[in-house]
């Protein structure tokens, strides 16, 4: 059994407090960042990592994102409770759990068979319960669509089609665009049919893979 304990709360206090100086504002999200343990994902020898605001290697070249980037992204999504969100790239689950606490039902994605088998069997035994799918979510979910909100966690070249005609009248696509080592932030909305998009900050994500990322 993992254990979560006032020293826990205590560096997740000061997480928030240091994601709120570098500018995140929604309460909510400080508050959802605040509750997520974000050391039952790191191996027992890596626990100091686990508060530091940085990205972290989960095995199978990938990460587990920077918790400035997942707040970051989170809020930019404007998370309303029983928003049916797409998360594209599971990863370790860690932004699957704070969409949870944010209210959201939670379809995520997830490309390598390895992650996606991992973290199906691990989220549910630490309490959070998205529905998972593994596959290429560069091509999105079709099955579950549409969604209110879709969140890419990986690095996209382009702004794949499938995700737009996947989201709802009123819905938000949060995507990281660019090459294969940066990336700006992409906030698009879709209103009276037509995508309006805003651009943010640059991040550094790894490749989104698939049909409508980087290939294989
Ligand atoms: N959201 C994750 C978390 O909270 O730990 C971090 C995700 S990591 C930065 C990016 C993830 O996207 C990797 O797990 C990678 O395997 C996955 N990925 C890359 N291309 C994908 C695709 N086409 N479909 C689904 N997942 C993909």
Redesign the pocket.
Known sequence: MKEDNYKHQGLRNKLVKKLAEKGIKDDRVLSAIGKVPRHF?FESALLDHAYQDK?FP?G??????QPYT?AFQSEKLEIKPGDKVL????????????LLELGAKVY?????RV?FER?RDFLPTIGYKPHFFH?????GLPVKAPFDKI?V??GAPIVPDALTSQLKEGGILVIPVGDRTRQLMLRIRKKDGKLIREEFDDFA??????????GK
């Not at 199978?60 to 994102?65: A, H, K, L, R």
């Not at 998360?87 to 704070?98: K, P």
């Not at 596959?135 to 091509?139: E, F, I, N, T, V």
């Open positions: 994902f990205a989960i199978e070249g990938q990460t587990i994102s997942v998360e594209i790239g599971t990863g370790s689950g860690y932004q699957a759990c704070i995520t994605i997830e490309y390598n992650l973290t596959g290429d979510g560069s091509k969140i966690t990986a994500f790894v490749p989104l893979l698939g049909a409508q990322g980087w």
